[in-house]
């Protein structure tokens, strides 16, 4: 239900008085007219966090990459801490259990 | 960067479960509030993957699961009996009130119609100036602003054949309601993403300090959620309890203020019965008396009649955390999602719903059942 989609804003309608702003947004491959009221700073090729044809938020580009980035970070602070070598889990059982994720995802 | 399929890296989700096992050394349970994110811990199997440890249990946050039976009556009534164009989203008709279902009554000639947007029902509402055009607004406060703005449209164009329903949900103050109730087993909350894109992280502040809990705003891929459960692990781990945004790429710390405008602009707060739970108060939306004229409820004489729930469903217990779907003896045999007895299986995104159409105990129940 709050199923919420990002999507790059391909071009924005010239504004309209007593319209709302709108504009055509790709969804996955996908072009649809989206409301794009609610985010009065978007600009094209913003990417929109788009909820019942409407957009909600602008992704921002900085704090996607960090989220990613999240375990590195966290990694380098705790080797600050720990120079031992962890090896509580080995580089083949990590790939097992990314190939188990993989069968998941796919089927 | 497409924001999408970065999150669901196989190899780095296999990194943040190494992480968290690493942390993790006592049982924890962990409430994920949101539908979506009960639907893709099942789907991507990650509830089999995390330590033995750790017991996600799921929240009540299916807008259409907890959406009383009296308000799909209402809509029934008005669909069969005055005739409107009746429209929602897809999932909203498959639900059971006290007796049918919108699509059942669709069978009967109602006029129902499944669409995207509030917004295409204004467009209906233009595009049909002889009909009545009622939408089933239903929904958490990430839904609020788009049925908001579709009144304010169906305002400004003029149209005096639209209305909605508003069938509207608040999830602070049921998170509140969960926390207070004794028998709560909940430790941590995952707090929904896309609400909290809304309305910002302000209302959870007061939630931590009150409770002690730990709350973790986090989105839907399966690497959010992975990494919004380690985050809430590493604060249990170390005894703390913070406010914590996982989703920063799309929650800003105030929200998106003018939604909230459009939100407060059609809408008051008032209490609620949200099916499955009880009346919690000050937890859901209702259409303001300045914009009466929009309310399908007040607009037409709709009866008003209270309905029971089935007694055998232990929906309450599931919402709460209290009991898992396959402690029923209803799952997958009574109830099913083309049967449900209560709310969790009536849309995807309910956590008994979403047991039966993935994990993988269930099918042992089809088996038997064939």
Same mark, same amino acid.
């Given at each position: 239900m709050c199923l919420a989609i990002p999507g790059r804003i391909k071009s924005i309608e010239p504004f309209k008085e007593g319209y709302m702003s709108m504009g055509k947004v790709e969804l996955g491959g996908i072009v649809k007219e989206i409301n794009l009221q609610l985010v009065p700073d978007a600009k094209e090729n913003d990417y929109v966090l788009v909820h019942v044809g409407v957009a909600i938020s602008i992704v921002d580009e900085e704090e996607a990459k960090s989220s990613l980035k999240f375990l590195e970070q966290m990694n380098e602070l705790d080797e600050l801490y720990n120079s031992q070598a962890d090896d509580t889990i080995t580089k083949e059982e990590l790939a097992k259990q990314g190939d188990a994720i993989i069968t998941r995802i796919m089927s | 960067m497409k924001y999408l399929t970065e999150y669901r890296d196989p190899v780095l989700a296999a990194q943040y479960l190494d992480e968290i096992k690493k942390t993790v050394t006592r049982p924890w349970t962990i409430m994920e509030i949101c539908g979506g994110q009960t639907h893709s811990l099942v789907k991507y199997g990650l509830l089999q993957m995390l330590p033995e440890e750790i017991t996600m249990v799921h929240g009540p946050g299916c807008p259409v699961c907890v959406t009383p039976t009296h308000l799909i009556d209402r809509a029934i009534f008005l669909a069969l009996e005055k005739k409107v164009i009746m429209c929602s989203f &897809?999932?909203?008709?498959?639900v059971p009130g006290s007796g049918k279902s919108l699509l059942q009554a669709k069978a009967e000639g109602a006029d129902v119609r499944i669409l995207y947007s509030p917004l295409e029902a204004v467009k209906l509402a233009q595009q049909n100036p002889d009909k009545e055009v009622v939408f089933f607004?239903? &929904?958490f406060e990430t839904t609020a602003p788009a049925n908001a703005l579709s009144v304010i449209q169906a305002h400004q164009l003029g149209l005096k054949n639209y209305s909605i329903i508003a069938s509207h949900v608040l999830v602070p103050p049921a998170m509140e309601a969960l926390l207070s109730d004794p028998e709560t087993v909940v430790q941590a909350f995952l707090a929904a993403g896309h609400v909290c894109t809304i309305m &910002? +992280?302000?209302?959870?502040y007061p939630i931590v300090e009150k409770y002690k809990v730990p709350i973790v705003v986090t989105g839907f891929e399966p690497i959010d959620l992975l990494h919004g459960i380690l985050m809430v692990v590493r604060q249990l781990e170390k005894g703390e309890f913070k406010m914590e945004n996982q989703y920063a790429r799309v929650v800003r710390?105030? &929200?998106n203020v003018p939604a909230q405008e459009a939100i407060m602009e059609i809408f008051e707060i008032s209490n609620r019965m949200w099916r499955g739970l009880d009346v919690i108060p000050q937890s859901g939306l209702e259409v303001k008396e300045k914009y009466a004229a929009f309310d399908a409820t007040k607009k037409f004489n709709v009866p008003l009649k209270e309905t029971k729930e +089935?007694?055998?469903?232990?929906a309450g217990a599931i919402m709460k955390g209290l009991k898992k779907p396959l402690d029923c003896v209803n799952f997958g045999t009574l109830c099913k999602p083309s049967n449900p007895l209560g709310a969790p299986m009536v849309s995807s995104e309910g956590s008994c719903a979403t047991y039966y159409h993935f994990y993988s105990a269930v099918n042992e129940v089809e088996k038997v059942e064939v």
């Open positions: - | &897809g999932d909203m008709l498959r607004a239903v &929904g &910002g +992280n302000s209302e959870y710390e105030k &929200g +089935n007694e055998t469903c232990i």
